[in-house]
């Protein structure tokens, strides 16, 4: 009867534990169902006062319109092309400087420093982590930004006060902690009998890290450099500071550009009206960049299958 009764208070209570869970999955579901909802529903609504060919394809981006009835302004232009470049072009030189920093700083940590060396060396890479963007953007607009603008007038280069290059070089410093700890984390996972098998063969150190190592870490390192890309182009603070709010249909890293994460705190900022084509755009701009984010994390997921297959 005893353990009846024990076997029955197990079984409610691994059904509570599963109910709970489920319940936490469910949340988290939900939410991003109904993110994904209201972006798509003021999107619409945005798409109805402009047409979605202009938002698409159009290389002027000012939205500048009439907020309430009394005022005069502008029919306003709604192209995203300058906005995507802009945050494309200072994300890829973010992780120009990124990646490959972290992942040869995490290389090192984890096959070649000893011990004592990587538990120091570790925490303080990590510590530029812990510093706020804001420092970020200070030090890109009143240090970065001068030196770059002073260099290029002495070899004969125009830079604007604000660039992209700017903003990338400080965004990519900042991002490299993030590439270098989860790399880290997933070369240090691999088992150690890969290595020795590896050695066993005759091959050197660094032949067992380009040819073992590094294939079998893949997956974990596809992840972090797409995490790391994804918060480059989520960042917002060192680009107002840094590369400007100027929205400009331009490759030249020398020049001030936008992106798509500063527009929206901008049209969202101030005397706002949920009715007018400005204010929904940012709703507009916030799904392309869904989209945008969604298409890189299914090719990088096909990417790293591809390698894992060949792997195997």
Same mark, same amino acid.
Request: proline residues 4%; charged residues 15%; hydrophobic residues 55%.
């Given at each position: 009867?005893?353990? +009846?009764?024990?076997?029955?208070?197990?079984? *409610?209570?691994?059904?509570?534990?599963?109910?709970? @869970?489920?319940?936490?999955?469910?949340?988290?579901?939900?939410?991003?169902?109904?993110?994904?909802?209201?972006?798509?529903?003021?999107?619409?609504?945005?798409?109805?006062?402009?047409?979605?060919?202009?938002?698409?394809?159009?290389?002027?981006?000012?939205?500048?319109?009439?907020?309430?009835?009394?005022?005069?302004?502008?029919?306003?232009?709604?192209?995203?092309?300058?906005?995507?470049?802009?945050?494309?072009?200072?994300?890829?030189?973010?992780?120009?400087?990124?990646?490959? =920093?972290?992942?040869?700083?995490?290389?090192?940590?984890?096959?070649? &420093?000893?011990?004592?060396?990587?538990?120091?060396?570790?925490?303080?890479?990590?510590?530029?982590?812990?510093?706020?963007?804001?420092?970020?953007?200070?030090?890109?607009? =009143?240090?970065?930004?001068?030196?770059?603008?002073?260099?290029?007038?002495?070899?004969?280069?125009?830079? &604007?006060?604000?660039?992209?290059?700017?903003?990338?070089?400080?965004?990519?410093?900042?991002?490299?902690?993030?590439?270098?700890? =989860?790399?880290?984390?997933?070369?240090?996972?691999?088992?150690?009998?890969?290595?020795?098998?590896?050695?066993?063969?005759?091959?050197?150190?660094?032949?067992?890290?380009?040819?073992?190592?590094?294939?079998?870490? @893949?997956?974990?390192?596809?992840?972090?450099?797409?995490?790391? /890309?994804? +918060?480059?182009?989520?960042?917002?603070?060192?680009?107002?500071?840094?590369?400007?709010?100027?929205?400009? *249909?331009?490759?030249?890293?020398?020049?001030?550009?936008?992106?798509?994460?500063?527009?929206?705190?901008?049209?969202?900022?101030?005397?706002?009206?949920?009715?007018?084509?400005?204010?929904?755009?940012?709703?507009?701009?916030?799904?392309?960049?869904? /989209?945008?984010?969604?298409?890189?994390?299914?090719?990088?997921?096909?990417?790293?299958? +591809?390698?894992?297959?060949?792997?195997?």
């Amino acid at each position: 009867m005893l353990l +009846r009764e024990t076997r029955s208070s197990k079984k *409610l209570t691994e059904q509570a534990i599963t109910f709970g @869970l489920l319940l936490c999955s469910s949340v988290a579901i939900l939410t991003t169902i109904g993110i994904v909802a209201s972006l798509v529903f003021e999107a619409f609504r945005f798409f109805q006062q402009v047409s979605i060919t202009e938002f698409l394809f159009s290389p002027d981006w000012s939205p500048q319109t009439a907020i309430r009835d009394d005022q005069v302004g502008a029919s306003g232009a709604f192209g995203v092309l300058p906005l995507l470049t802009g945050t494309l072009l200072i994300s890829f030189i973010a992780m120009v400087i990124a990646a490959p =920093l972290g992942l040869l700083s995490a290389i090192y940590l984890s096959e070649y &420093s000893s011990a004592r060396l990587r538990n120091w060396v570790k925490p303080i890479l990590e510590l530029l982590a812990g510093i706020p963007t804001v420092v970020y953007g200070f030090f890109a607009a =009143l240090v970065v930004a001068p030196i770059i603008r002073a260099t290029g007038s002495g070899m004969g280069f125009e830079i &604007s006060s604000e660039s992209a290059l700017a903003a990338g070089l400080v965004m990519g410093i900042m991002i490299v902690p993030l590439v270098s700890s =989860l790399s880290d984390d997933v070369i240090s996972a691999v088992p150690q009998s890969l290595r020795d098998a590896s050695m066993g063969m005759g091959a050197t150190q660094s032949e067992t890290i380009k040819r073992v190592v590094l294939p079998a870490a @893949l997956p974990g390192i596809a992840g972090s450099l797409l995490l790391a /890309t994804s +918060r480059a182009i989520g960042e917002t603070m060192i680009v107002v500071m840094a590369a400007g709010l100027a929205a400009k *249909l331009t490759l030249n890293p020398l020049e001030a550009v936008t992106t798509m994460t500063v527009q929206i705190v901008t049209l969202l900022t101030g005397d706002t009206s949920f009715d007018d084509a400005k204010t929904l755009a940012a709703f507009a701009i916030a799904l392309f960049l869904f /989209t945008v984010t969604l298409i890189l994390n299914v090719i990088a997921l096909k990417i790293v299958d +591809r390698f894992k297959e060949a792997y195997d």
